[in-house]
């Protein structure tokens, strides 16, 4: 991947409003060297509900659909959301199906590649867990319908 992209990615990831938010600009480098990017056309699966995802997925362009099986309609993630995170901290299958809108890029994080780095760098692992916490709090809240107004 060229200087010039991993930039251009960082900023898209740093700059979301709904992404890991308390992620520094040099957290942000650590990460985007150590991705894997990945494509999906419209209508292909990033996240399988039932498998596990053994990493965490973090949008770079295009959107996604969440779909939840209690709900009539599918929740949008955009440019810097994350997902895959419940499987990814709980270690157990994906609760929802998340698939290509439209053509999406995504940063892929493996778990060992993420342990390895919390391990060297143990603020980015705290920065890291806060900001999927605050990130899954809003989708919780919103989802019941008591999100915080901004």
């Excluded at 990033?46 to 779909?67: D, P």
């Amino acid at each position: 991947m060229s200087k010039a992209s991993q930039i251009q990615d960082v900023s898209v990831l740093s700059a979301a409003k709904h992404g890991l938010v308390f992620l520094t600009p040099n957290d942000w480098a650590l990460l985007a060297d150590k991705a894997t990017r990945l494509q999906f056309k419209p209508g292909e699966s990033i996240v399988q509900k039932g498998k596990r995802t053994h990493g965490v997925y973090l949008l770079l362009k295009g959107t996604a659909s969440v779909q939840l099986p209690t709900q009539a309609s599918s929740p949008a993630i955009g440019p810097g959301e994350v997902c895959g995170e419940i499987s990814f901290i709980d270690e157990l299958p994906a609760t929802a199906n998340v698939v290509a809108r439209d053509a999406v890029e995504a940063y892929y994080l493996d778990r060992p590649t993420l342990q390895s780095l919390f391990e060297l760098f143990p603020h980015l692992g705290s920065r890291f867990y806060r900001s999927m916490a605050s990130s899954l709090s809003r989708r919780l809240r919103e989802l019941i319908g008591t999100e915080k107004k901004e």
